[in-house]
């Protein structure tokens, strides 16, 4: 027997005129996305209004500087970012799990936009590179290979009625840590001005094992727009 899945079992059942509706909606909202990831974002102000209430240790947010860099890239996609995160701001060393290349696309199936990432083969060969969007121009789809892991969860966005764009994670998305292995969640908000975001690593009896026990996300207030500074 032919095996349907449930994504495409829904878009079957939805009338053309519907399913065009829901499409312009998407295409909407990954444009959104391409203007409001676009840039970069500094969690500089939380780390120091944390410090300022006299915020336990323990409690304080680390200093994170994340930017997304969009780039011409037709054979990786045409939505294309290449994504840093840098500790302790803007001239801190890059995360180099987390240096990824992102692709977004329009997911009808699930009303959503699906934001995927994919890792470079040779990172060395990129990183000293990441504020020159023009260097990725032309990057090869054989120049990556898939992400897993912790970083490796797609997020699915999805439009409120408030005007934020909110991102979850894909599930399943699985990836060991210290010898265990864990069901990673993300979660994403996205404003004019800032980007919220938390993660959490989780073990089979749901509790967490990795990540903020609170879940109080970081907030990183947008400080440039396009090619990071």
């Known amino acids: 027997m032919k095996r349907f899945s449930l994504a495409a079992l829904i878009v079957s059942m939805v009338s053309?005129?519907?399913f065009a509706a829901i499409e312009a909606e998407l295409d909407q909202a990954l444009n959104t996305l391409m203007t409001g990831l676009s840039g970069a974002f500094d969690s500089g102000?939380?780390?120091r209004a944390e410090k300022l209430s006299n915020t336990p240790g323990d409690m304080e947010h680390q200093h994170v500087y994340r930017s997304f860099t969009p780039i011409d890239a037709p054979d990786v996609g045409g939505n294309v970012f290449v994504v840093t995160l840098r500790d302790d701001g803007p001239e801190g060393r890059v995360d180099m799990v987390e240096f990824q290349v992102w692709t977004l696309t329009v997911d009808a199936g699930r009303n959503a936009v699906r934001?995927?990432?994919?890792?470079?083969?040779t990172p060395e060969d990129y990183v000293a590179i990441t504020r020159n969007a023009d260097a990725f121009n032309n990057l090869k789809a054989s120049d990556l290979v898939p992400s897993s892991g912790a970083a490796g969860c797609a997020?699915?966005?999805t439009p409120s009625s408030s005007g934020l764009m909110h991102g979850v994670s894909e599930k399943p998305c699985l990836g060991p840590?210290?010898?265990?292995?864990l069901s990673w969640e993300w979660t994403y908000i996205l404003s004019d001005t800032a980007l919220w975001m938390s993660f959490a690593g989780r073990n089979d009896g749901g509790e967490i094992v990795f990540g903020r026990q609170d879940q109080l996300p970081w907030r990183l207030d947008k400080v440039s727009q396009g090619v990071a500074p």
């Open 155 to 157: 997020i699915l966005w």
């Open 115 to 121: 934001m995927a990432p994919r890792r470079f083969k």
């Open 177 to 181: 840590i210290r010898d265990a292995m």
């Open 45 to 47: 102000p939380q780390v």
């Open 16 to 18: 053309p005129p519907a």
